[in-house]
């Protein structure tokens, strides 16, 4: 305790200074000590924080009774406290970002997934009849331009949303096992596979879940997280590379002795899973698991 409270106290004076301390006044008493170290009344103010903060707040006469100071003295105490900061780090601190889920996954009583699409934040555009109106009415051609033109948007932000909605489909589909908890892994699934099976363009999938999450049993997970890269089993049947990862990492787990990368591959093959020393030291690496000689140590 000893060591960790001189850490404490050396950290305290570091910039931001006043961070690391316990509470509001010990941040203050040190701010204090720093940037008014000459200060003749520095140890009547240290009280008034220690021991008078919400007195001096509410009824500062009170204050300059008991510590017998002059109306000046007062307002040199109260100009000085002002000048310290109460929260040291808030310069260095974001603010928070929230995440709405796209849609909220719900395990039903049978087993099954059911989708709630949140969608209602999304405001509804619609065209106002004044101006479709108007373009019968007018016959203007700059204003039918327009009209147009709005009417290609309200489109294109409907097709976008049915085809995040059909890709979230999708989705669950492939990986229903993995979200229900029945798989530890995830299946091979590549945004290609999506494109292909909605019969659109892979650019359009990957815009479509750019950013998006959706609220699982499992948790808040980003649309992007479902999608997993494939290898190839003995029997050329695709095996997700999460699958393929989860695999050696267990055979460590359960290793009597440090296996080596060749070892675990040999292993992995005999499982069924076609796959070569080099992709293992990748796989292992990925996951920052040591290699062989490491984990001896």
Do not use: W
């Not at 997993?228 to 050696?248: C, E, L, W, Y």
């Amino acid at each position: 305790e000893e060591e960790i409270e001189k850490v404490r106290e050396r950290i305290k004076r570091y910039d931001p200074i006043g961070c690391g301390s316990k509470n509001l006044e010990e941040a203050l008493i040190t701010q204090l000590e720093i940037f008014y170290q000459n200060f003749p009344q520095k140890e009547i103010v240290k009280n008034i924080i220690q021991n008078d903060l919400s007195l001096l707040a509410t009824d500062s006469k009170e204050v300059q009774k008991k510590y017998n100071l002059s109306e000046d003295d007062l307002e040199n105490i109260k100009a000085i406290i002002r000048s310290l900061n109460p929260k040291p780090g808030a310069n260095f601190s974001k603010s928070p970002s929230f995440i709405l889920p796209e849609a909220i996954i719900r395990k039903t009583s049978d087993d099954d997934l059911e989708i709630e699409f949140n969608d209602s934040y999304i405001p509804v555009l619609r065209i106002k009849r004044e101006y479709v109106k108007a373009v019968k009415e007018t016959n203007s051609k700059e204003l039918k331009e327009k009209v147009n033109r709005a009417k290609s948007i309200v489109l294109a932000l409907e097709y976008r949303k049915n085809i995040l909605r059909k890709t979230i489909e999708k989705i669950l589909t492939h990986q229903k096992d993995f979200i229900l908890g029945k798989q530890r892994y995830l299946n091979p699934l590549t945004i290609e596979d999506i494109s292909s099976e909605l019969g659109i363009a892979i650019s359009t999938v990957s815009r479509a879940v750019k950013d998006k999450f959706i609220l699982t049993p499992i948790g808040l997970l980003p649309l992007k997280y479902f999608f997993s890269r494939s290898s190839k089993s003995i029997n050329n049947q695709k095996v997700s590379i999460d699958k393929v990862k989860k695999m050696i990492k267990e055979i460590i787990e359960n290793e009597e002795k440090p296996l080596t990368d060749e070892k675990i591959a040999s292993i992995l093959v005999n499982k069924g899973i076609k796959i070569s020393r080099r992709t293992v030291t990748k796989y292992r690496e990925e996951m920052g698991i040591p290699a062989a000689y490491k984990r001896k140590k």
